[in-house]
């Protein structure tokens, strides 16, 4: 029996491309002994003092309301419930095009089995402190120039590697899911290696 391994991911529910990337994590889950745990991180926090496009800091703005439900969530239920809550708020706002707000975060977590009534979280504080830890979590090990998403991994040699992305679309599919897998475990295992990229021509693809 193959042992399993746990990977990290670290989302802001509002970002298109670590959603597509924690879909393509969920597909490397069926066809690779990984199990995916999911944590929060903020654009918000990232981008606090930066100077952003009015545009940019205005999506900010609003941007702190999911992610301190999901840690409201977490904090009541367990690390074990953004699973299905990332699933039930990222459906509605990625492919389903829903405006984020309170209707939203209460539908998403009903759908979750979650109390909507922590929906109420999205206009608190009472959070932040451990938002910002789990966000910090996440972030340290891999600096802060990236953004999300944040994946930490067991390496070649068996310590953890963090890295940020891949940044995908659309996210694959069955065995193209776990190639993809075993190419980015390689490059990122590799001690000395930073980066690859290229011009990004493609928005992204829900299917």
């Known amino acids: 029996m193959v042992e399993r391994s746990s990977v990290d991911m670290w989302f802001d529910p509002i970002c298109p491309w670590a959603w597509l990337t924690s879909r393509w994590l969920l597909e490397v889950e069926k066809v690779r002994p990984v199990d995916i745990q999911f944590h929060v991180m903020s654009l918000s926090v990232l981008n606090e003092g930066r100077d952003l496009p009015e545009k940019y800091r205005a999506m900010m703005e609003t941007a702190w309301a999911p992610v301190r439900i999901c840690v409201a969530a977490e904090r009541a239920y367990g690390p074990q419930v953004l699973r299905d809550l990332y699933t039930a708020l990222g459906t509605r706002i990625h492919p389903g095009k829903q405006e984020r707000g309170p209707e939203l975060y209460r539908?998403?977590?009903?759908?979750?089995?979650?109390?909507?009534?922590?929906?109420?979280?999205?206009?608190?504080?009472?959070?932040?402190?451990?938002?910002?830890?789990?966000?910090?979590?996440?972030?340290?090990?891999?600096?802060?120039?990236?953004?999300?998403?944040?994946?930490?991994?067991?390496?070649?040699?068996?310590?953890?590697?963090?890295?940020?992305?891949?940044?995908?679309?659309?996210?694959?599919?069955?065995?193209?899911?776990?190639?993809?897998?075993?190419?980015?475990?390689?490059?990122?295992?590799?001690?000395?290696?930073?980066?690859?990229?290229?011009?990004?021509?493609?928005?992204?693809?829900?299917?």
């Open 107 to 207: 539908a998403a977590l009903a759908e979750a089995g979650l109390d909507p009534d922590l929906a109420a979280a999205g206009d608190s504080t009472e959070y932040d402190v451990a938002l910002r830890a789990s966000h910090d979590a996440g972030m340290k090990p891999v600096g802060l120039d990236v953004g999300t998403p944040v994946i930490h991994a067991p390496g070649p040699d068996g310590n953890k590697i963090a890295f940020f992305g891949p940044v995908i679309t659309p996210a694959p599919k069955g065995e193209a899911a776990g190639k993809l897998w075993d190419g980015v475990l390689l490059v990122a295992g590799t001690p000395g290696f930073y980066e690859i990229k290229r011009t990004r021509e493609a928005s992204p693809v829900f299917d």
